[in-house]
């Protein structure tokens, strides 16, 4: 089963395609994409949110066996920002292509994926394996909760 972990950011969506064949997890975009980089000339809210759809169409296409979604959102606090706000947009479209696709997905924070923010990256590391390139907490967010789908 391979499922799509998926952690946003305000300047590059992080996402992980993890494959669980029974007995091991595989990172399997590990030397592929795993960064969305929004393009120079993206620059509103509303043009990051149907580009992010645009690519998020091209990863299902590419992998037609993705079983399910899980999004590692943001822990939110009291203070609110606008990096916060254009992460939950990226998190809407990812969700709103689910539904119109009848996708399984689900949002977590770190206290349902049982791990915290200072031990994420050796937890992604130690349970599926991390990148060679842009290894960081966000992508291990990303790993985590695909991991977490998978199993």
């Known amino acids: 089963m391979m499922v799509l972990g998926f952690r946003s950011d305000p300047t590059g969506p992080r996402y992980a395609l993890v494959d669980y064949d029974g007995a091991a997890f595989t990172l399997a975009n590990a ?46 606090t009291k203070s609110d920002s606008k990096a ?41 590391e130690t349970r599926v394996g991390k990148t060679p390139k842009y290894w960081d907490a966000k992508m291990a967010d990303a790993v985590i909760a695909a991991w977490s789908g998978a199993r």
């Not at 689910?98 to 200072?118: D, I, M, N």
Request: some cysteine; hydrophobic content about 40%.
């Open 31 to 76: 030397n592929g994409e795993t960064r969305l980089s929004y393009p120079a000339n993206v620059a509103s809210a509303a043009e990051k949110a149907g580009w992010l759809y645009r690519e998020i169409e091209r990863i299902f296409r590419d992998n037609p066996v993705l079983a399910r979604v899980v999004i590692k959102t943001n822990e939110y």
């Open 84 to 124: 916060k706000r254009e992460s939950a947009y990226a998190e809407a479209m990812l969700l709103l292509y689910c539904a119109q696709h009848q996708v399984p997905v689900e949002v977590k924070t770190y206290a349902s994926l049982g791990t915290r923010s200072g031990d994420v990256k050796s937890h992604a």
